[in-house]
């Protein structure tokens, strides 16, 4: 018999833990499923996989965030199917919950266009073993370059690819020129990160940020290319492998390659039996519930919803926003269109450089970059972690210096990872790729 007072919430990240805590005093017992224990701070994953944070200073424990919830129970786990006729969530490891109410927020992954065998090659950046691993490829390419001969290899090594100029992408490359341009100058001595770094950004489409307006989007293009960037639009990446990408017919050695072009959306989607978008995204109703079944809703990246003729961009405060309005529905027993304030949108580049659009203003450069900090440091989760990035950002304003440089070379058997007499046991670097948080 299903559960009459039971809300399900799958997806702990920013609509599933918004609404969870929006229902402290709900009279429902809620459960909310997720399959890691931790709230990640997405929009800042770039800085843990350029060695600008640590992974602990991005993402807080899902159970420390709604431990004064006494009617939300965390439940670990991987729902894999939705039996929207009999109210039941199907769990990885068989268990069946059953529900009155099933709130699906299960986000997007990264998607390579159905070239799925791209994706070694190219890892894409959501999750943080994503960041610990473009992490580790980044820095040991310059380990192994200061050891390698053939200059040939060198290049290739020191060779960053960048795929998509979305702010993910122009984030990575911003960050990844910034830490060989100020980080690392003076710490090699047979390369010269300064001159001897190469990174690409690559974009199909014919501009950087292109859902930012245009005057915007030339200003983040410049400030790329004064930070040394090589920007390349409207060249599609044609095939990746480990050695490198062919960009518009051109092959370009390169040993890293990172994947930032397009989403995916979750496949729990296509379990609820309901209308889809192209990208697989569930076509909701205005007020976020599914077509059929109106005690089911989806929210955040996995719906798709339009307003005004513009479908609704999947980044946080869209997810927020309708995780506090469906809490006022639920708790009012009512049902209201969602409608969203947009606040504007910002994206940053580098060391003072940025650009932001917040509707009534446009700011590009050093004010953009500040108020980038400033709304990001209070957004993060968790007093702890805003002191924490705070203090490591204060201190990088100052030095250029990069805190989470650490890498983890342990079980892996990439050819990057072998020194030179160790036959590749990878017993050279101190721990780090998995920080103590």
Do not use: C
Not at 93 to 112: K, N, P, Q, Y
């Amino acid at each position: 018999m299903t559960d009459r007072s039971h809300l399900v919430i799958l997806g702990g990240g920013f609509a599933g833990l918004t609404l969870a805590r929006k229902l402290r005093r709900a009279p429902w017992r809620i459960t909310l499923v997720d399959r890691r224990n931790h709230h990640l701070f997405q929009p800042l994953l770039y800085q843990v996989a350029t060695a600008g944070l640590a992974p602990g200073d991005i993402a807080e424990p899902i159970r420390r965030v709604l431990a004064k919830n006494d009617n939300v129970t965390v439940r670990l786990g991987e729902a894999v199917r939705i039996d929207a006729d009999k109210k039941e969530v199907h769990l990885s490891d068989g268990d069946v919950l059953e529900f009155e109410r099933l709130v699906v927020a299960t986000g997007v992954t990264h998607s390579h266009f159905g070239h799925d065998e791209w994706a070694e090659a190219a890892p894409g950046l959501k999750t943080i073993g994503d960041a610990l691993e473009i992490r580790r490829r980044m820095l040991m390419a310059f380990e192994r370059a200061e050891w390698e001969d053939d200059a040939e290899e060198r290049r290739k090594l020191l060779t960053f690819v960048v795929v998509g100029a979305g702010p993910t992408g122009v984030e990575l490359a911003g960050a990844i020129k910034e830490i060989a341009l100020k980080t690392l100058r003076k710490e090699f001595r047979t390369i010269d990160p300064v001159r001897d770094a190469r990174v690409l950004l690559v974009e199909a489409g014919p501009r950087v940020l292109a859902a930012y307006p245009d005057p915007l989007s030339d200003k983040a293009l410049a400030q790329l290319q004064s930070l040394g960037v090589e920007v390349r639009l409207g060249e599609p990446v044609t095939a990746v492998d480990r050695d490198g990408v062919t960009i518009a017919g051109e092959r370009v050695p390169a040993a890293n390659v990172l994947w930032a072009a397009g989403v995916k959306a979750s496949p729990l989607g296509q379990t609820l039996g309901v209308p889809l978008d192209r990208a697989g995204r569930v076509q909701v109703n205005p007020d976020l519930s599914v077509p059929d079944h109106p005690d089911i809703y989806v929210l955040g990246d996995l719906a798709h919803l339009e307003i005004d003729g513009r479908v609704l961009p999947g980044v946080a405060p869209v997810a927020i926003q309708q995780a506090e309005h469906l809490a006022k529905d639920l708790l009012k027993r009512r049902r209201t269109p969602f409608a969203y304030k947009d606040l504007g949108s910002m994206a940053t580049i580098g060391h003072h450089r940025a650009i932001a659009d917040l509707g009534f203003m446009k700011l590009s450069g050093y004010f953009a970059w500040l108020a980038w900090v400033f709304v990001h440091l209070m957004t993060l989760v968790g007093y702890r972690n805003r002191m924490v990035v705070f203090l490591k950002w204060a201190w990088a304003w100052f030095t250029f210096e990069r805190s989470s440089r650490l890498v983890w070379q342990g079980e892996s058997h990439e050819p990057w990872n072998q020194v030179p007499g160790e036959g590749g046991s990878g017993e050279v670097a101190a721990q780090g790729g998995r920080d103590v948080a």
